[in-house]
């Protein structure tokens, strides 16, 4: 498909998404697809290989996370810390980073490869807001995230137990899931220390599937919020 088709479907998608982007970050959201393309015939950073199928499985669907995390998060004069945990090759890391250049997003894998993607994204891309660290993320030192997020990573046990460490004292760990994950809310809840606030609904463009967004805190962090 032309890039021109690419372009076109990227803008109905971010004004269905209700973003207002601009022309450079357009054209950086693009360029990701297609170095994650040419990235993944070497190191397998993704099992799509088609790049439409990438614009929508991976852009689209981490684009409709941006506007629910700047509601919450987009507090004006704070430099906002976002940690995306099992971030493979920087979903939904890198598309944040491009579409929020006032925020600072740190992509944690523990495969190296793919951080090194990441960290080449960095310069190719030019994001100096994104960073890239190899490890794992409970053997990293605790980085006071206002929001760590998390794409397919854990059941939301094991991500509040693994990542947990890293959201600051009034922080969320955020999961992107697919349908409403009720046994593990159960689960999470059962253990006491952390709690679903919001369960909201996403709708990707173009992609057919149950999709959602969960807001997780610690038990007594935003009881009133």
């Not at 088709?5 to 357009?26: T, V």
């Not at 704070?78 to 979903?91: C, E, P």
């Not at 709690?195 to 969960?214: W, Y």
Request: a negative charge; one cysteine or more; aromatic letters at 6%.
């Amino acid at each position: 498909m032309a890039v021109s088709q690419h372009l076109e479907r990227l803008r109905r998608a971010a004004i269905e998404l209700g973003l207002q982007l601009e022309d450079h970050q357009y054209a950086a959201l693009l360029s990701y697809v297609d170095q994650l393309q040419r990235w993944n015939r070497t190191y397998n950073l993704t099992a799509l290989r088609d790049p439409n199928e990438m614009l929508v499985q991976h852009v689209f669907d981490s684009l409709s996370v941006v506007r629910p995390l700047q509601e919450r998060l987009g507090r004006a004069g704070k430099a906002t810390r976002v940690v995306d945990v099992g971030s493979g090759g920087g979903l939904p890391g890198v598309v944040l980073a491009i579409t929020n250049p006032e925020w600072h997003i740190c992509c944690v894998d523990a495969v190296e490869k793919k951080t090194a993607f990441v960290q080449q994204m960095v310069g190719a891309l030019s994001l100096p807001n994104l960073s890239a660290r190899h490890g794992r993320v409970e053997s990293l030192a605790p980085m006071e995230a206002d929001a760590v997020i998390s794409r397919a990573f854990a059941s939301l046990l094991d991500f509040s137990t693994l990542a947990g460490r890293h959201v600051g004292q009034e922080g969320w760990l955020v999961a992107m899931k697919g349908r409403e994950p009720l046994e593990e809310i159960e689960s999470l809840h059962n253990a006491a220390a952390w709690h679903v606030v919001q369960i909201q609904t996403l709708s990707v463009p173009e992609m057919d599937a149950q999709r959602c967004l969960l807001w997780i805190s610690r038990q007594t962090d935003h009881d009133q919020k």
